[in-house]
């Protein structure tokens, strides 16, 4: 998996360096959970009496030209910034396109859409979904065989990075399609550092201190959504990589499938988290807050760093945002750990998630070619440029404008910069036990209510 996400990222790397032109910064801003363009819709049952999927006349009904409906259900609830704005966008401008299509999207935060989609894999899927190409999401689905196979043919122009098609494939059939390439990242209010006189930090021991700083500010150094599990899981991750270097994959796969965390690597990585969680990094609470609260934090000024992924750059493109914010956030990586084998440029990144059609939908010819014009070169990967929202899964080249945010220049530069990267994060490594139990058991660990090596045992007891 590491050495797929690496051709991966490293070719993207290779795009970035092309990059050159400077830019002024606009603004993002917390996900709200708009719906006014969702419709909530439930699935119909689309099998019969006995459990199969209907014939293939009827999943290619709508290609004569007759009124189409397609449901689509997606996990941005967002729907006037970032890659919600995009998907509707998108949405809308096939609409137009296409007078006998109706796409009706239900839209859900990735928590409440993931238990939903269990469901709908049992009684049957909307047409297009959100799915993740990693294992311990796409493994189970897979098998259900609730997906429709793609054409991988149909995909060769699309400027699909090396090796990202990767994870959605099972036995050499492609099942889904990438969106962005992730990287983890520390957000940061430039204008609030300089005005404090605080610096980026080159090392763990350096983030600590300057957290004391902020906190003796009055300020919360790092606004973190730990209510949801796997925010946390991917900032493990993170400590990991530097903690291990190139061998992280290696030890993660090895404990997964020994059912054994005792590796002193993945111990001290634990450790750390646990030692930032003690000298109060985070803010008060953080263990049951959730995603919008966490980026309000920062976004509002009362946090001077937030912890997320590259996918919300975007907040540099929020006019929701008070410009004073959103024109100086800018972004490092995990700093490195005293004696670790990771340096500065190995950082945390993978793959994230993308869509994929039901295998069952009464309208799958209509909602694969839907999809495919989702990821025209033309849509996705540049509306996602240009809406900030981190690096694409396709070749964005073409459109870099030089009126790039300050943010998506430094992203940029950290990908091209990247030596190595780590691939899945530790929470999507394993099976869905593993990932429910590692997500479920890391808020104890972080706030001391679970030892370190009583959360180690309960995740690889989760693995056998």
Request: aromatic share 8%; charged share 20%; net charge negative.
């Given at each position: ?44 049952s689309?099998?019969d009496?006995?459990?199969?999927a ?11 030209g007759?009124d ?9 609830p ?25 796409i ?8 409440a ?17 959100s ?17 429709a196979?793609?054409?991988?043919e149909?995909?060769v ?6 090796g ?9 059939k492609?099942y ?36 004391e ?7 919360t ?11 946390m ?20 796969s ?5 059912g ?16 930032f ?12 807050q959730d ?7 920062f ?11 590259s996918?919300?750059?975007?907040m540099?493109l929020?006019e ?6 959103r024109?100086?956030i800018?972004?490092f ?11 500065a440029?190995?950082i ?17 010819e ?7 014009y ?15 929202v ?8 073409p459109?870099l404008?030089?009126?790039?945010t ?20 530790i929470?999507?490594?394993g ?13 104890g ?6 030892s ?10 989760a693995?056998k």
């Amino acid at each position: 998996m590491k050495k797929k996400v690496l051709a991966t990222l490293l070719t993207a790397a290779m795009t970035a360096s092309m990059f050159a032109g400077c830019g002024g910064d606009k603004g993002s801003a917390p996900a709200s959970a708009d719906t006014s363009s969702v419709a909530e819709e439930e699935a119909d049952s689309k099998t019969d009496d006995s459990g199969a999927a209907k014939d293939d006349a009827a999943a290619d009904a709508g290609s004569a030209g007759g009124d189409v409906t397609i449901k689509l259900f997606s996990n941005l609830p967002d729907r006037k910034n970032g890659q919600g704005l995009v998907e509707q966008t998108i949405i809308d401008e096939y609409m137009a396109e296409n007078a006998n299509v109706t796409i009706e999207v239900e839209a859900l935060d990735e928590e409440a859409y993931k238990t939903k989609f269990k469901a709908y894999a049992m009684n049957g899927m909307p047409d297009v979904v959100s799915i993740w190409g990693q294992p311990a999401f796409l493994d189970e689905v897979l098998d259900a065989g609730v997906l429709a196979e793609l054409n991988e043919e149909d995909y060769v122009d699309y400027g699909f990075i090396a090796g990202s098609l990767e994870g959605f494939k099972k036995d050499g059939k492609l099942y889904g399609l990438p969106r962005n390439t992730d990287i983890m990242l520390f957000y940061y209010n430039q204008k609030m550092f300089d005005d404090n006189g605080w610096k980026v930090p080159a090392t763990t021991d350096d983030l600590l201190s300057l957290c004391e700083d902020i906190q003796a500010a009055g300020i919360t150094p790092v606004a973190m959504d730990g209510g949801d599990g796997w925010p946390m899981a991917c900032f493990l991750t993170d400590i990991l990589v530097k903690v291990s270097g190139i061998s992280y994959a290696d030890i993660v796969s090895n404990a997964i499938a020994t059912g054994d965390f005792t590796a002193p690597e993945i111990k001290q990585a634990t450790e750390i988290l646990v030692k930032f969680a003690d000298a109060g990094m985070f803010q008060v609470g953080y263990d049951s807050q959730d995603y919008g609260t966490t980026m309000n934090l920062f976004t509002n000024g009362q946090a001077a760093m937030y912890c997320m992924g590259s996918w919300d750059a975007s907040m540099a493109l929020n006019e929701d945002i008070a410009p004073e914010i959103r024109d100086n956030i800018r972004a490092f990586t995990m700093p490195t750990v005293s004696g670790g084998k990771g340096g500065a440029n190995d950082i945390a990144a993978w793959n994230g998630g993308g869509y994929a059609v039901s295998a069952s939908s009464e309208v799958r010819e209509e909602a694969i070619k839907f999809l495919n014009y989702m990821y025209q070169p033309d849509k996705l990967s540049k509306y996602g440029w240009e809406n900030g929202v981190g690096m694409s899964a396709q070749d964005q080249t073409p459109y870099l404008t030089g009126s790039e945010t300050e943010l998506q220049k430094q992203i940029m530069d950290i990908l091209k910069n990247a030596t190595s990267v780590s691939g899945t994060p530790i929470n999507d490594c394993g099976p869905s036990a593993f990932k429910t139990a590692i997500e479920s058991e890391i808020q104890g660990v972080s706030n001391g209510s679970t030892s370190v090596d009583d959360f180690l045992a309960a995740i690889g007891a989760a693995c056998k």
